[in-house]
């Protein structure tokens, strides 16, 4: 049984060990990771899914990243929400 270390992974998934740990702190139940000074082990047969789970990973965070810049980037009279009409009716009525 072979093991990679994180670099390692990070170097089969072409990325940074940074990226890899947060990766693998994304989809390992907080139990099971390895505690602060420890090292991440991933078995070497457990690759192939990984690459696909990192794959899947990847295009979720660019999607939340894509999302999180629309929203920042939108007109005002576009953010969900009462317009100043309803506010002012909101405002009459207490």
Do not use: C, Y
């Not at 099971?32 to 690459?51: F, H, M, V, Y």
């Not at 007109?75 to 009525?93: H, K």
């Amino acid at each position: 049984m072979t093991i990679l270390t994180a670099t390692e992974l990070a170097t089969e998934l072409n990325t940074t060990g940074r990226e890899v740990r947060k990766f693998l702190r994304s989809i390992t139940p907080k139990d099971d990771q390895p505690g602060k000074g420890a090292r991440w082990g991933i078995e070497k047969k457990n690759l192939r899914s990984l690459k696909s789970q990192h794959a899947k990973w990847l295009k979720a965070q660019d999607e939340a990243r894509a999302a999180r810049e629309a929203t920042e980037n939108a007109p005002e009279g576009d953010a969900e929400g009462p317009t100043d009409a309803e506010l002012e009716a909101i405002a009459q009525e207490a």
